[in-house]
């Protein structure tokens, strides 16, 4: 037997027992006459005192990171260690056997000191022993859990679909398989299981959940992998008000068994127009102000040409003042990021309001602004006109940036906030034409229906709501279009020609005409949602063995080279090479 | 509201509830004055009575699994029907709303008449609605949550590995991923998490599991998918012992919670000798006896030139006779598939023993022969004699071909049973050389280590251990190699070159040398289990959706084309055709 104890287990009741411990070498303190190891496993951590002559020259070659057993009795500490759990007693030990050893590390086991991504990548085994990793693993796998029992509980049914599917439509690039017996052709990994969910629901499977891996083949960032994992969810004879109830509960369990404290609020709701206009976001971090002020109709007569012409005119508040070089940074950043064509600065300093366009601005309109805006002193307004597009996405973006730099975020706060009322369509300069906002199965809303059939795009809305915690987006909704001519109409509206309709979707649209349930749901990003929760800055923090930015697993040094025979035989290169001449 | 109860609910206490109801039209009779729908959702199916005139008239619209809206109010039936939950009441109808409207459907929602494969698997979302297929969806839902909750209870952590991963070595065919960002690489999806979980086991996690996704371009058949479930888990600081003892008790949990019977014996232990001698087979279905009777050492000397030169001669005894016509079938059967050189047959018809190779035996070796198989009358020896594989694998077969054929099987039974002590290597006629029989990274047993070294590789066992049910292997497993020398020689003797190691392997021989815990696991393959506990025919039965044997999706058309930009993209093809020169 290689252990009579987990490391976490020994108490001054088991005084005087004989017990069998195993585990790594945390720590070795040799003081000569007697030597100290911390000997840890994933439970905990327990003291081996060694006294013996022998084992004292035994353990000389023991080094940090030796996987060792040890045989011993459990004896009263000296010196407690209120730290560990253990930290009453120690291990006398009276033989030690080294079942492994380790040579030199790359980095010490430590949560201090914390070496680049590539080298913790690299030696995930050993980046995973350090007790943040091995606590995010933990969470990871309580959040699964947490998930599945409420599902469970709930009524719903578990049910996994294919990872070797069909291309899948509007949306990100699909990662492709070839198909070694269907000559030529390819599976492409799912984006989503949108298609199988609803699908389970014409089945009449009700209530439908599953923890599902997705894959997308886009360029990486902090909160994106290449593949992922999401809580897709669906529901039968729902409301919108039916999912978000039981959602709310949903997310209200997971935090507390994650976090282990209670949201005790109703989560708020606001439409995707209020988001927009006063956080310049649809996902906004509530957990600081600084919402946008609209001063259009203030400004717009003066004789700033800018001013004049723009269709949109907002700014921020910041209770701070900013050098000159700080304002070119900021400027810079909204026009380089987001297109905006400058940044308007009006501040109090001194008890006096001043701004390079003050010169443009009669006093009438200069004291409206004032009062309007309500300038602390030493603070500063910036403001952005322009396009609305451009004016909400700038301003956003600066909000945040200036938040986070000035330290105006509570970052013990969770602010969970539902966005509803989405549009179901949003211009695309770059294709010109209307894209699915959502995707192209979300159910219009009843009344914008006539929107729809008139070809009046831009303002209908749907059934669609986010739900967002500290500024990311952490799930996202809908109910779906449950009849097959509105389902088609709307595909229509996309400009997806019958014949791609009909490859694409065929089988979702025949299946449609089979007595369908009205049905709703949602799919929640869980590598970014514990991450939230976490306070992690990055979802690598808290998925077991993540790609890099690049896509690849330092690892296993995944991707790699393939065997050229297989290649050919997947890839039936002749056939390829011929149908792209 | 879509509904106010599901349609196993209402009880004869609900007797004048206003209640809305909603679900599929299961059944509609319409007798002139009155009408009857029977409506069905998930969980169940309620009487809906029509009297009123209107409505009478609108139902004429509905047919069979048209999703409606009812509200009515629940009356006591007249004609009880048992067999339902809801048999005591009806709802009669104050207002009927079509939700959805089905056209003509392809096949009766119905366990009878069972249509062909292609269609059902087409129409999928209408085959599920057929209550043994929900039955089966339900059961697999039961089985993972019960498989979660003992894994959980006991310690195991949740640790999701991943899809994208680099091509395995040894083993079947690997599916392959061009990878966009890493020119002319590829990612291979996982055949199992082996590696991960070992290196999880580095890591220090203790105890892990999940329910994986695995992948294998392997041809097809009824216990065999190109993407299959796994239940995979893994220990550290454990011998055999302690896995066999652990994974009984969750085969027990499962297996109570999926068929609803307890497994009250301990699972009996054979070694894998004694299971190939005796059964012809690694995976014996114990259900029958039928064991294969050693017979050389009488017949060796007879005057029978196929005797005096078999290594092996075995034979099976079944109380049936056979026609000359099914004997030369059966013949047909071994030598066709299994490569035996003939079949002898010994008769026992109207108390008279006889066969064709009598007359190459003498009276002694008669009599010796006949008193040790002791025939019942009207019975059949089936005997083979040649090379030792031939001979069990073909009288393996041959016995499980003939207890199926003449039903001596109780389908009623559930036999578990480990098979222990696996060779190492199994010798590779087609290859000229040893392969691992289970993988390599399988611990060699002690005794055996010295028969490594000296590479005597035909004799060598290792501590892996199949779990087999009714003739299935349903999980499989081993103690695993945790000293990376140890590892290494196999790999020599594997006659994997060093250059190659270190490209396949190279990271997991380095994560060896970071003290590794002695630790081993198991895999079961959980769709050919939950096949096995509801006596199913194919895994398809238990799949939501499954490919066909040709490995397409006939639902959604899967593989199909890809774009030929994207192809381009992917594939760098003017690098692969150039290396292909």
Redesign the interface.
């Known amino acids: ?3 009579t104890h987990k490391l976490n287990e020994l108490r001054l009741s088991d005084e005087g027992k004989k017990v069998t411990l ?1 585990g ?2 945390s720590k070795i303190r040799d003081l000569g006459s007697f030597a100290f190891i911390d000997l ?4 905990g951590i327990t003291q081996v005192l060694i006294k013996e002559k022998d084992l004292l020259e035994d353990i000389k070659k023991i080094s940090k ?3 060792i057993k040890v045989e011993g009795t459990v004896t009263k500490r000296s010196s407690v260690n209120s730290k560990i759990e253990t930290g009453d007693i120690e291990v006398t030990a009276e033989n030690i056997e080294i ?5 030199q ?1 790359p980095f010490e086991i430590s949560d201090d000191n914390i070496q680049n991504e590539a080298i913790r990548l ?8 350090r007790s943040k990793m ?1 606590n995010n ?2 969470k ?2 309580q959040m ?2 947490s998930i ?1 029992s409420y599902m ?1 509980e709930n009524g719903f ?11 899948t439509p509007e949306g990100a ?10 000559k ?6 799912p984006q989503s299981p949108q ?2 969910k609803q ?2 629901m ?6 439908y959940y599953q923890l599902a ?1 997705c ?1 997308r ?1 886009e360029d990486l960032r902090a909160d994106r992998q ?2 992922f ?1 999401q809580l897709d969810l669906e529901m039968s ?3 919108q008000e039916d999912i978000i109830t039981f959602v709310e509960g949903l997310a209200k369990k997971v935090f507390k068994d994650v976090v282990g404290t209670e949201v005790t609020y109703t989560f708020p709701r606001i439409t995707y127009d209020y988001a927009m206009e006063n956080y310049g976001s649809d996902k906004p971090d509530t957990r600081f102000e600084m919402k946008l002020i609209d001063i259009k109709d203030i400004v717009k007569n003066s004789e700033f040409s800018v001013f004049n012409e723009a269709k949109y005119i907002k700014g921020i508040k910041v209770n701070s003042l900013f050098s000159r070089k700080q304002v070119k940074d900021l400027e810079d950043f909204v026009k380089n990021y987001y297109g905006a064509k400058g940044l308007v600065v009006i501040k109090k300093e001194n008890d006096e309001v001043n701004s390079p366009i003050y010169k443009f601005l009669n006093d009438e309109i200069k004291n409206e602004l004032e009062s309007y805006i309500a300038l602390e002193n030493e603070s500063t307004f910036f403001s952005i006109a322009g396009e609305k597009n451009v004016v909400l996405n700038a301003l956003g973006a600066l909000r945040l940036k200036l938040a986070n730099e000035l330290n105006l975020i509570d970052k013990s706060k969770y602010n969970f906030l539902w966005v509803v009322d989405f549009p179901m369509f949003e211009y695309s300069e770059e294709e010109k034409r209307y894209k699915a906002q959502h995707h192209p199965f979300t159910k219009v809303k009843d009344e914008d229906i006539k929107l729809l059939e008139e070809n009046k795009l831009e303002d209908i809305k749907t059934d669609a709501y986010d739900l967002v915690l500290n500024g990311f987006e952490i799930g996202g909704g809908s109910i779906r279009i ?2 097959a001519n509105l389902q088609s109409l709307v595909f229509d509206r996309l400009l997806i020609d019958k014949d791609e309709q009909e490859n694409k979707f ?2 979702f649209l025949e ?1 449609l ?6 049905h709703g749901g949602l799919a929640f990003g869980v590598d970014r949602w514990l991450m939230v929760m976490l306070n992690e800055d990055s979802i690598k923090e808290v998925i ?2 993540p ?1 890099n930015n ?4 330092l ?10 025979k ?3 035989e ?2 039936k ?1 002749k056939k ?2 011929d ?2 001449k």
Chains 1, 2 share one sequence.
Do not use: C
């Open positions: 037997m290689y252990r195993a790594w070498v840890r496993d994933r439970y990171e030796y996987v079942l492994s050893s380790s040579k590390l690299k030696h995930r085994y050993l980046d995973l022993r091995l693993i933990m990871r796998n699964f859990y599945r469970t049914l578990d049910v996994d679909t294919p990872i070797l599917g069909k291309a690039r699909d990662f492709i398989v070839p198909s070694r017996t269907s030529g052709d390819f599976y492409a990994l298609l199988f699908t389970l014409i089945a009449g499977i009700d209530k891996k894959f083949d290449p593949e994992t004879f729902v409301h449950h009849d065929g089988f299946a005409k089979y007595g369908v349930p009205p077991p063995f790609k690049k896509g690849q697993d690892l296993t040094n995944a991707p790699g080279e393939v065997d050229l297989q290649l050919e997947d890839l290169l390829i090479v149908n792209n």
